[in-house]
């Protein structure tokens, strides 16, 4: 048996994608390996296939035990012996395992970091063939990256536990020079070769908005995505409450997941996600890391990310088989706030020392710094990800929110004056701050009953942008306050000056602003990913009923619909319409085993379709 007919027969493919033949040849010829790949870009494939290859078994060391059930289950429903071994068995589970371990069942054992301290299961792998061990989401053995993992830190003590030492295959999605570095150092990795295929996801379409309120456009992104599955993730416990008891109101059909919740419920949600009982999932970054759930059609973020790397790996949870997805930022000023409160109360790490934990610290708030920029930039938004991680690229990607947007840069000095001015008096005149929304109707001239009330239409400033709309108002006041120059207050929301507004009202610094248009009544909007992937289906009825089968199929199996086949799959099915199992077998994503087990009831349904309009 080849690679070649592993990649075709187990999971249906007659091509490997960049960087994985690579890798695995490699691996094969007993060299270690350090893959930096994308999510979504067949990482799995490049440790899966060899342990079909090699002698005895792979070890997979995962972070995340709660994923390591349906990842062992889309192995077994493609032909390949697997199990995991995790404290979510009981102990004569655990005992039957190692015991199957010992009998050669298996090809590949998922075990988390924490395993490889247990004493009895050192013992059985000191008594059978371990060829491969891969370590998934390897950036956590870094204390410098996301996701820092002390247990990863005891891997490469127990892989000289072993009689022989085995191939290491490290795998992650996001790793800077520095965290790359560590990984090969921290796993003892023995002259690895290093494959970088970039990280670029060509399929995600990235968009920032900063909406005036961010319920309403939430749901309004989400109204046109029903049927659709997405993880929303938002910055605090509070906030993931919040968003997904609204969403619930609404008729949305969502569940939560954070760090506060029972072991029992956060088990219970996440599997309500990946079966697709509940498609929406709203969560804290406590969810998602290791995620292999194929169809998320999109992330959106409530509340700013702390960091790029993190922004990256968590958007990235979309379009994991390849179709079409959108990541959406919802940004406010409030979310940097929100996030330096967060940064100034960290965690104790006793593995750093002080001074160590102070450079984390400074590290931090430069990685926030870069994550606001992400948000600010009028550039293309898939050009800022990869020039983060120093790959290079075309100066636009037409297929992001910017890209997509005809901006316009404004020299707006003088109106930011009248605003600053206007922030001023307002809070002289009355002894406190008050918010933007009344800073704006008093520049506007407006004649509500609180301005004319409080006095507030006598001010020197009351009307000086009356000749301007009330949505680029709103447009300048929110520019200045992402500029710094002006504060709202957390809690209150009452505005004041910084320090940069004295530059711009007596110094000689000019404010140039870069505005979207404002949109015209009755324009539509640009398509999303998710209408783009509909309208350019090549039979969007057939696809419905081939998705309708798989979510069927899947019921009666007790297995998320993805495990049966991707939508991707489907898509390929639903364009080449395969008639005879030969036919079949060349839909991309179709193997051998998965053939035999499901060709006559899709082939069947397609059948009664093309009938049905001939």
């Known amino acids: 048996m080849s690679k070649y007919t592993v990649l075709r027969d187990y999971f249906g493919y007659t091509a490997f994608r960049e960087g994985q033949e690579k890798l695995i040849d490699g691996i094969l010829g007993y060299s270690d390996v350090l893959g930096i790949m994308p999510t979504g870009g067949g990482k799995s494939i490049c440790y899966q296939v060899p342990a079909m290859l090699l002698p005895g078994i792979t070890l997979v060391i995962s972070p ?21 071994l995790n404290s979510s068995l009981s102990a004569a589970q655990q ?74 295959a490290a795998f992650t999605a996001t790793a800077t020079d520095v965290v790359r570095q560590d990984i090969v150092r921290l796993l003892r990795l023995w002259e690895p070769l290093q494959v970088i295929t970039g990280f670029d ?50 008729g949305f059909p969502a569940t939560r997941y954070h760090a506060g919740l029972s072991d029992e419920e956060r088990r219970e949600n996440q599997e309500d996600f990946l079966y697709d009982r509940s498609p929406i999932m709203v969560a804290t970054n406590a969810f998602g890391m290791g995620i292999d759930k194929s169809n998320v059609a999109y992330v959106i973020h409530y509340n ?24 959406i930022l919802l940004y406010a000023p409030s979310d940097l706030y929100k996030a330096k409160d967060l940064l100034s109360h960290p965690s104790e790490n ?38 983060y991680f ?16 005809n901006y316009t840069s404004t020299d707006i000095t003088v109106e930011a004056k009248k605003i600053l001015s206007c922030v001023k008096r307002a809070e002289d005149h009355l002894g406190y701050p008050v918010g933007k929304a009344l800073i704006g109707r008093i520049l506007l001239g407006s004649r509500d009953k609180r301005i004319i009330e409080t006095g ?20 300048m006041i929110d520019y200045l306050e992402m500029l710094g120059a002006i504060s709202v207050d957390g809690n209150h929301g009452g505005a004041t000056l910084t320090p940069i507004a004295r530059e711009i009202l007596f110094g000689e610094q000019k404010v140039i602003a870069t505005f979207k248009p404002l949109p015209e009544k009755g324009k539509k909007k640009k398509q999303s990913a998710e209408s783009k992937e ?22 009666e199996e007790g297995v998320p619909a993805y495990v049966i086949f991707s939508n991707q799959t489907l898509s390929d099915m639903a364009a080449k319409k395969p008639r005879s199992l030969l036919e079949f077998l060349d839909v991309s994503g179709v193997g051998q085993i998965k053939a035999q087990k499901y060709s006559e009831a899709f082939l069947e349904v397609i059948e009664a379709y093309l009938n049905s309009v001939e």
Not at 64 to 74: A, H, R, Y
Not at 373 to 384: F, Q
Request: hydrophobic share 35%; aromatic share 6%.
């Open 95 to 168: 005992h039957r395992v190692c015991q199957n371990i010992l009998a050669g069942a298996y090809k590949i054992v998922y075990v988390a970091p924490e395993r490889l301290e247990n004493f009895e299961f050192l013992n059985v792998c000191r008594e059978v063939t371990v060829s491969l061990v891969a370590v998934d989401e390897a950036h956590c053995i870094s204390q410098w990256g996301q996701d820092f993992r002390p247990g990863y830190l005891k891997i490469a003590d127990f892989l000289e536990e072993l009689p022989r030492r085995p191939v290491v």
């Open 350 to 387: 006793h593995l750093l020392s002080e001074a160590e934990q102070e450079e984390n610290l400074r590290r931090n708030y430069r990685r926030l710094d870069e994550m606001l920029d992400y948000c600010r930039t009028t550039d293309c938004l898939r050009g800022y990800i990869l020039d």
């Open 201 to 250: 996801r060509p399929n995600l379409r990235y968009e920032v908005r900063i909406p005036k309120s961010k319920m309403p456009e939430l749901i309004s992104i989400l109204s046109t995505r029903k049927n659709k599955s997405g993880i929303i993730y938002c910055m605090t416990r509070g906030n993931v409450e919040k968003v997904c008891e609204k969403l619930q109101a609404e």
């Open 534 to 555: 509909s309208a350019g289906a090549s039979d969007e009825a057939l696809y419905e009923l081939l998705r309708n089968l798989r979510m069927q199929l899947a019921k």
């Open 64 to 84: 995340l035990i709660s994923l390591m059930k349906d990842q062992v289950m889309g192995l077994k429903t493609a032909g390949i012996p697997a199990a995991y």
């Open 390 to 405: 120093g790959q290079p690229h075309a100066e636009r990607c037409d297929h992001c929110g910017n890209c997509e947007t």
């Open 304 to 327: 700013m990310p702390l960091s790029v790397e993190a922004y990256y790996q968590e958007a990235g949870r979309a379009g994991r088989d390849g179709s079409p997805a959108d990541c």
């Open 456 to 475: 507030l239409d006598k001010l020197t400033t009351y009307s000086l942008l009356q000749d301007q709309s009330r949505a680029r108002v709103s447009e």
